[in-house]
């Protein structure tokens, strides 16, 4: 709001008459605003915050006055307090095995995410400059792309483990097979939505391919790029959960697992809210991230 | 006299699914230096289409663009185009999206900050000094657009091509940077092809106007010498004799072709 207040008024420059003079800027005065401006930020603030707060507690007091009869099957948010208190107020103990706080099954899970998403980052992008750019790549590829992405993470488990027969390499499979095709997907529309003007001024230039990619191309598709590679985490950060759970071992999929089969059900529902908090970290990481990579034009 | 820039029986024709169509047939035109040439026409009779032949955008299928005694073949910064939508890369700032024709350009012949110099100059000459570190998406359609022609001039063409570069701006600013134009082409003395559908903005700019007749296989139908005095100012203009007959000529012109179009 303040930039309004401050811009230079384009008038004088856009008016300006056959005298070759340089026009002048004049800046409006920029109104007394600092403390209102103090006041409306905290203002926004609040209002953003406020109504998310109130709507949680009113969720909490309906869930507690539903659950709170002692032969409720599911607990009430008292009931997981009590049942799951170290798992909340402490994420990082560890005592060996399963039996670790909830940071470091999902900081498990999470480098699992890095290696198999970065992999299918890189690969994705590759794939799709290609596919997006050679009218045969695309022909060739894309009906089998089309296919192929809409097989769903846990069905190329049993192939994976049958590949791999260990779960680590499995699991950083599927999250790479599941990640890769709103990458590519992505990337071969923005590669092939180039506006032309934009590849003519770079033939004015005379810029070479290699210039021409990455002065034009590449900048041009970065913000489609980033919002595959938003789908590609979100979607990596849902396979890893699903199959940790099938696959054992460690991890904050195998956690949930493995507190139902002991039924303790708090602990499932803290581990979820984990999973929920993490998996929109990872979202808006990977949005800032295009922010900052395509200089603004990406969403955030 | 050899011109200096010289269209040379130019024919362009697409083809689509097996349909060929002629665009234009037999396309001769000569330029000479610091000559300022507007080109007018219908819209679809393919002045565009000759305006990219001369930038190298589009091979003809017969003839030869000869510019400075040079074959023209492909694209290049000698001809410079200021698109009609003015094409600045959004992920740029007005000073780097010029900064980027000027270090492909003068990479080899000048120095950092030489380079630097030369693209605060170019955005001067235009007016846009003060927007240099904007990005094309905070500034307005006719200062995108001084911003395309600064990025053109700072190429240092031996012609400056104009794709209807007004076009698509509201009537004061584009009266604005006809201003501009003018002025930068009595001070510099480029050679300036530009295509336009605006009769008043051809006569008030041009040395000569090429009419085209209409499509399909388009060609120069008459070419008009504007014979008044520079700097032409747009509200004498209104009540002078010769302006209002070049203006009844042009549009004759127009309407007759119409009218044939139509029947």
């Known amino acids: ?245 099938l696959l054992g071992g460690v991890g904050i999929g195998f956690f949930i697992w493995d507190q139902y089969n002991a039924s303790r059900i708090s602990d499932i529902i803290v581990a979820l809210i984990w999973v929920g908090l993490v998996g929109y970290a990872l979202d808006r990481f990977v949005a800032l991230l295009g922010h900052f990579a395509s200089r603004g034009s990406a969403q955030s | 006299m050899s011109s200096y820039l010289s269209i040379e029986k130019i024919g362009v024709a697409f083809q689509k699914k097996g349909v060929t169509s002629e665009v234009l047939r037999n396309v001769s035109l000569s330029i000479d230096r610091g000559e300022y040439v507007s080109i007018i026409g219908h819209s679809g009779c393919g002045k565009s289409t000759l305006l990219n032949v001369v930038g190298g955008l589009l091979e003809p299928v017969a003839g030869a663009v000869i510019l400075d005694r040079k074959g023209v073949s492909g694209p290049g910064p000698e001809r410079a185009i200021v698109f009609q939508n003015h094409s600045l890369l959004p992920w740029l700032t007005c000073y780097e999206n010029v900064k980027l024709a000027v270090d492909k350009v003068f990479g080899s012949t000048k120095s950092a900050a030489e380079r630097r110099d030369w693209v605060m100059h170019n955005l001067q000459l235009v007016q846009m000094a003060h927007a240099a570190a904007k990005k094309p998406s905070e500034i307005s359609g006719g200062m995108k657009q001084r911003i395309g022609i600064a990025r053109a001039l700072a190429m240092e063409p031996k012609v400056l091509l104009l794709d209807e570069p007004f076009g698509a701006l509201d009537a004061l600013t584009r009266a604005s940077l006809q201003d501009v134009v003018a002025d930068i082409h009595a001070r510099i003395g480029a050679t300036v092809m530009m295509i336009t559908h605006d009769v008043d903005e051809a006569i008030l700019l041009s040395d000569r106007i090429v009419m085209m007749t209409n499509g399909p296989a388009a060609g120069i139908g008459e070419i008009l010498s504007v014979d008044l005095p520079r700097p032409r100012n747009r509200l004498a203009m209104a009540d002078d004799q010769r302006y209002n007959q070049y203006r009844h000529l042009v549009l004759e012109f127009l309407h007759a072709g119409r009218a044939a179009r139509a029947a």
Not at chain 1, 162 to 178: D, G, H, K, N, Y
Not at chain 1, 226 to 239: K, N, P, V
């Open chain 1, 1 to 245: 709001m303040p930039a309004v207040a401050v811009k230079p008024n384009p008038a004088p420059a856009e008016i300006a008459g056959p005298a070759p003079s340089p026009s002048k800027i004049v800046r409006l005065p920029r109104p007394r605003r600092a403390s209102v401006g103090l006041m409306e930020a905290i203002g926004s603030i609040l209002g953003n915050v406020i109504p998310p707060l109130l709507l949680i507690l009113l969720v909490s007091f309906i869930w507690q006055s539903l659950c709170s009869d002692p032969t409720s099957l599911f607990p009430s948010p008292a009931t997981i307090w009590t049942e799951s208190r170290e798992l909340i107020v402490n994420p990082f103990f560890d005592r060996g095995g399963v039996d670790r706080g909830l940071f470091w099954h999902v900081t498990t899970s999470l480098s699992r995410v890095a290696v198999g998403f970065t992999a299918a980052a890189f690969v994705g992008v590759f794939l799709g400059v290609w596919v997006g750019a050679s009218k045969w790549a695309q022909r060739a590829f894309d009906p089998i792309f089309q296919v192929l992405r809409t097989v769903p993470p846990l069905a190329w488990l049993p192939i994976s483990l049958a590949m791999f027969r260990e779960a680590q390499p499995s699991a950083l499979f599927v999250i790479f097979i599941t990640a890769i095709w709103p990458v590519i997907i992505n990337t071969a529309v923005g590669i092939r939505n180039l506006p032309q003007d934009y590849l003519n001024v770079g033939r004015v230039l005379r810029l070479s391919p290699p210039e021409m990619f990455f002065r034009i191309m590449a900048p041009a598709a970065t913000p489609y790029i980033f919002t595959g590679l938003r789908i590609g985490i979100g979607m990596s950060w849902l396979a890893i959960v699903a199959s940790e759970m």
